[in-house]
């Protein structure tokens, strides 16, 4: 089992940029690739970026030169830099994570909101 923990989300202005973190702990090393979805208002979840094992990404067209996805092997950690926000990256950003059996893990999700 892995368990997936995010952090970073909050309110922000447009313009601005935002860190989020994602934490992994459990059978981690089982795992082939982590990634970013968001969920907005009345709309689907959606693939935002990747990273895989080897630290090869892979994001989304929407976000291409805005989001940034990093991961720090030594903690398990994965990151998503968003820069500059605009308001239409306001969504619930999930954490997630795929083992060589190609089974989801998923987090909680945090909150990015972002003012015009």
């Known amino acids: 089992q892995v368990q997936l923990v995010e952090s970073g989300g909050g309110l922000v202005q447009a313009g601005g940029s935002l860190r989020l973190s994602c934490d992994a702990s459990?059978?981690?090393?089982?795992?082939?690739?982590r990634g970013w979805y968001r969920q907005a208002p009345g709309q689907q979840r959606e693939l935002v970026a990747t990273?895989?094992?080897?630290?090869?990404?892979d994001y989304a067209d929407s976000v291409k030169g805005r989001f940034t996805i990093s991961r720090d092997a030594a903690t398990n950690t994965v990151y998503l830099q968003i820069d500059p926000l605009k308001p239409e990256d306001t969504a619930i950003y999930y954490c997630?994570?795929?083992?060589?059996?190609?089974?989801?893990?998923w987090g909680r999700g945090t909150q990015v909101a972002v003012s015009s």
């Open positions: 997630n994570a795929v083992n060589w059996s190609n089974s989801d893990y």
């Open positions: 459990g059978n981690t090393r089982s795992l082939k690739t």
């Open positions: 990273i895989s094992r080897s630290g090869v990404a």
